[in-house]
Structure formats: C-alpha cells, structure tokens
Nanobody, 133 residues
Framework: QEPLVESGGGSVQAGGSLTLSCASS????????MAWFRQAPGKEREGVAAIDADSHTSYGASVMGRFSISRDNAKNTLDLQMTTLKPEDAAIYYC???????????????????????????WGHGTQVTVSS
C-alpha cells in the first residue's frame, strides 16, 4: 500500500477552486511535518504549502492568501484548499511527509526548510491540476 495517496485534482477555469487531499496509511498526519509541492512541465519542483509538527504553516509567495493547508485528523489526511486559481497554478501536485518529524517541529531558524523538498523523505505520486484561462 502506498504511504501517501493524493486525490482531488482536476480541471477548473481560472478563478475557480479545488481541494486536494492526501491520505496516508503509515503517517499520522495530525502530528507529522507535511507539505504540498508542485511541478509544472519544464520547471523545478516548487514548495506550495507546509505544516509542521506543531501546526506552524508556511506558504509559497505565489499562493499566499489563496491556498490553505490543513489536517483532517478524523480522516488522517492532509488537505490543500486552493481558491482563485490561475493558469500558472497548473501542475502536478505532490504530497510529502517527513517520516521522522512526529512531535519534533523545526527550530525557528530552520523554518525555511518547510518548503524545501530535501526535508521530506516520503512522497506521493501526484495529482494533476489543470487551470484554463
């Protein structure tokens, strides 16, 4: 069974909304350091949003104010609410987890690592988001 499975991707028009969900069979999403990344064709993987073990959140500059990361403890999922979507938001969205992070938030000076892909060792296969203008 895959440790992280994303769902909720699809096609929307610019200005629309989508909610992505990441379900885990091995990670307790309520207490782990987890994040959403995205990668568009020809571009590097980009950190979108992250939530630390103490629930501190961090967002990429391009999605600040439009996206929101949250946990659904009852379902053991990590969710990403995306609003006011733009064509440049189109990408494959990946869920990631730091398997050694339960109860261990990053020290303050290390918080920029929340959106660094090297901080995470477990990855889902991704879900496609398409935004038409």
């Amino acid at each position: 069974q895959e440790p992280l499975v994303e769902s909720g991707g699809g096609s929307v028009q610019a200005g629309g909304s989508l909610t992505l969900s990441c379900a885990s069979s091995t990670i307790t999403t309520s207490s782990a350091r987890m994040a959403w990344f995205r990668q568009a064709p020809g571009k590097e993987r980009e950190g979108v949003a992250a939530i630390d073990a103490d629930s501190h959140t961090s967002y990429g500059a391009s999605v600040m104010g439009r996206f929101s990361i949250s946990r659904d403890n009852a379902k053991n999922t990590l969710d990403l609410q995306m609003t006011t979507l733009k064509p440049e938001d189109a990408a494959i969205y990946y869920c990631a987890a730091d398997s050694d992070s339960t109860g261990q938030p990053l020290p303050g000076q290390w918080l920029p690592r929340l959106l660094d892909s090297r901080q995470y060792d477990i990855w889902g296969h991704g879900t496609q988001v398409t935004v038409s203008s």
